[in-house]
């Protein structure tokens, strides 16, 4: 079985729209898709990425039909859920201890709690836990050999 991987919202966005280090995303799209890795996230994802499209419809970036092609592409793709009431409590802990949102936490508890490196593109995120947990990956550097699980 291939070894998993947690992806936040950051990356999963880069799979639908162009932005810095979408091509670094698209290569572990097409890595995820060739059995290379696991993509693990928590049910949070699915939220946070709408919320994500409709600011694009709101801001004039995206119309209404290519914002619901996009979310119903992204519905299919195999990613493995997990559901954010068990992370709930060591995200709210690490949120508090490292000061940053319950909302990126959920991404970290997942992470740590697979045994799991977590990809992301948000550079905050990277910044304030990276010391900590050096399984936190920043996309910009990917694909090093140490990027995807072994």
């Known amino acids: 079985m291939a070894p998993p991987l947690v992806v936040d919202t950051s990356v999963a966005l880069k799979w639908f729209f162009d932005e810095p280090y979408s091509e670094q995303a698209l290569r572990l799209l097409d890595a995820f ?73 959920l991404f970290l508890a997942l992470s740590l709690e697979a045994g799991a490196d977590l990809m992301t593109a948000d550079e905050a995120l990277y910044r304030t836990m990276r010391r900590q947990f050096p399984r936190v990956r920043w996309l910009a550097n990917f694909p090093n050999s140490s990027d995807l699980p072994m």
Do not use: C
């Open 33 to 105: 898709r060739e059995g290379s890795a696991r993509v693990l996230a928590p049910d949070s994802i699915y939220p946070e990425f709408a919320n994500a499209v409709w600011k694009r419809i709101a801001s004039d970036r995206l119309d209404i039909e290519a914002g619901a092609v996009t979310i119903t592409a992204f519905l299919a793709l195999p990613i493995e859920i997990t559901p954010s009431p068990l992370l709930l409590i060591s995200a709210y802990r690490l949120a508090l201890e490292h000061r940053h949102s319950v909302y990126d936490a």
